[in-house]
Structures are given as C-alpha cells and as structure tokens.
T-cell receptor, first 111, second 114 residues
Framework: RKEVEQDPGPFNVPEGATVAFNCTYS??????FFWYRQDCRKEPKLLMSVYSSGNEDGRFTAQLNRASQYISLLIRDSKLSDSATYLC????????????FGAGTRLFVKA | DTEVTQTPKHLVMGMTNKKSLKCEQH?????MYWYKQKAKKPPELMFV???????INESVPSRFSPECPNSSLLNLHLHALQPEDSALYLC?????????????FGQGTRLTVV
C-alpha cells in the first residue's frame, strides 16, 4: 500500500463547479499535511496547509481527519486558472523525517 | 525573500560527463532536499540535509552525490548517468526537519542524459 494515495483523475469540470479531492495516508505518525499545486513543467507550489480544525482560503477549503487518516480539498466556483495537478503532501517520521507526495490529481476546468 | 534558486534551468549531458546542479536559499532554512520528478509522476525524495548534515539518502545510486557546503547552498554532483536519469530535479527547503513546516521548491533543473 502506498504511503499517500490520491485519485489521479483527471477531473473534468465546467467553470463555476465545485470539486473535491481526497487523499489518504497510511502512517499514523504523520505530522503535518499540505496541498500543493503544480502546473505543467513547473515546480510544486504550496496551496495551503491542512489542519484538523479545517482551513479556508477564499474558494479553497482543506480538512484533515486524523481518525480516518485522510485529507480533503474543496474548490468552489472553479476557474479556468484552477486547471493544474493538485498534490497531497504528508510530512512523517519514519526513522528520519520525510515529505511524501501523493501521485497528484489532475484537474481540468473547461469554459 | 521566499525563493529557492536552482541553476542551471536546463542541462544536457553525455553518459561520461560530470556535471553539478546547484541550489541556493536565503530564508534561513535549515533543511534542504533533492527530489527527482519524471513526467506525470509526483516528486520522489532523493536526499535530505538537516543542519548541513545528510540525514536521509533514499537508496539513491552513487552516481548522484549530494553536497551541502553551507546552510544556504546544496549541490548535486552527477557522474556517469544513464538516459533513464533524465528528469526534472527539484531542490526544496524548509525551516527545519521537524515536519511541521511546508517546503518551498525551486523551479528545477530539467536534465537530459544522452
């Protein structure tokens, strides 16, 4: 089983739609959680951190469920510019400290 | 300044060449990382440096040799690479390696081995 799992998609949605991504992680010792966005041929960029209390930034809401070991990202009122790959990232201690990426979920927002 | 700077942006090298990738950050971060990313795949961790010491080597072949000359710089020395090593090499840094803070990525070096 992979340490961090995501549905690779692709998700094809119209502008204005609401779309949700989920990510599960296997190591209960995981410490911190993030969503990154990566555009084609570019580096990953931090979208938002994820907390148990939830985290909202404009149209984006992230949530962590430690009991079920999953994190989610909700995008409301999708824009064309939201088209990208969304990477679930988990920091965990397995001996040393590691940052593990999920496979990424591809989103295409269409006019 | 929240930048991680990588040079060169593109590199083409032969299988007998020796080259180096460079990474620099001036955010005072004490953890620095090398990742390898193949097309349509997520970044894969290669090395972690914490306080200028190598703390994680993810069983990377010895033809990749990391070096951390000081807290702001991270190098990746390349020697006798194979065509399958062609990929985007990403450098990242974070405040420390306790796991609580996000990593900032450089723009990457796109490496082609011929």
């Amino acid at each position: 089983r992979k340490e961090v799992e995501q549905d690779p998609g692709p998700f094809n949605v119209p502008e204005g739609a609401t779309v949700a991504f989920n990510c599960t992680y296997s190591n209960s010792a995981s410490q911190s959680f993030f969503w990154y966005r990566q555009d084609c041929r570019k580096e990953p960029k931090l979208l938002m951190s994820v907390y148990s209390s939830g985290n909202e930034d404009g149209r984006f809401t992230a949530q962590l469920n430690r009991a079920s070991q999953y994190i989610s990202l909700l995008i409301r009122d999708s824009k064309l510019s939201d088209s990208a790959t969304y990477l679930c990232v988990v920091n965990m201690r397995t001996g040393g400290f590691k940052t593990i990426f999920g496979a990424g979920t591809r989103l295409f927002v269409k006019a | 300044d929240t930048e991680v700077t990588q040079t060169p942006k593109h590199l083409v090298m032969g299988m007998t060449n020796k080259k180096s990738l460079k990474c620099e950050q001036h955010m005072g971060h004490r953890a620095m990382y090398w990742y390898k990313q193949k097309a349509k795949k997520p970044p894969e961790l290669m090395f972690v440096y914490s306080y200028e010491k190598l703390s994680i080597n993810e069983s990377v072949p010895s033809r990749f040799s990391p070096e951390c000359p000081n807290s702001s710089l991270l190098n990746l020395h390349l020697h006798a690479l194979q065509p399958e090593d062609s990929a985007l090499y990403l450098c990242a840094s974070s405040q420390d390696e306790t796991g609580g803070t996000e990593a900032f990525f450089g723009q990457g070096t796109r490496l082609t081995v011929v």
